[in-house]
């Protein structure tokens, strides 16, 4: 539940980010001395004059004679500094937890850390590590991974498909999948925070033993977990 209000915050952040933008797209007036006037041209007389309304109300009336050049202002332009997430190198770290689900799960604490390449504001690719303490089994596992997120929205909040897939080589053993969708937060032009909620699988090798038999097998052991992310 808490999950789906943020991300209905999440949904209303980028309503009101999309009107204030609206409301930014207006024109541009460049003088020959320097000075720069936005508003909305109301009336231009080609060849002769501009008559330009700003924001507060006043009215300006310029001889071309007077004008450098005008146009609309574009503020994709001036948001692209809100997006962190631009083409280069990118990392975060992640910590959180997972609560257990089936026969063999149990309660995780997670920390991990990923590394890569943002290729586009949509697409990341990169590698990471983590170390989840499962706290029923006793047993930690550290799981290497390949780590890619698609992301929805080029602006600077934007809803994310993660996944996570690899293998634990060392304390517990096993195959590691860790998919989740999130919201990304930008914080400044190169940082952002981010909430998501996913599903944790470790495979692991089980110890079967019994009055007359005793044997391994490998079992899957399932997580709904719940991470707060620090992108940079």
Sequence with gaps: MKFFS?????????????????????????LKNGSIIRGTII???PNESLKIKTADGSVFVYEISQVDKYAKEEPVLKSKGLNPRVKGYRGWV?????????TFGDGVFTFSTSHGYQ???????????????????????????????????????SPFLDAKIGYSPLDGTGFYFSPSVGVSFGTSRKCAV???????LQRTEVYYYGYYYSFYAYESMHGLSFKLGIEF
């Design 119 to 157: 290729f586009s504001p949509y697409f990341f690719l990169g590698a990471g590590i983590g170390v989840d303490c499962h706290f029923g089994w006793e047993t930690v596992f550290m799981p290497i991974f390949a780590n890619a997120r698609a992301y929805f929205i080029d602006g600077k909040i």
């Design 94 to 102: 992640e910590t959180g937890g997972a609560v257990g689900l089936g």
């Design 6 to 30: 943020r991300v209905c915050i999440a949904l209303v952040a980028l309503f009101c980010c999309g009107v204030a933008s609206a409301k930014e797209l207006q024109d541009v007036v460049y």
């Design 194 to 200: 981010n909430l998501s909620i996913g599903y944790n």
């Design 43 to 45: 009336e231009q007389v």
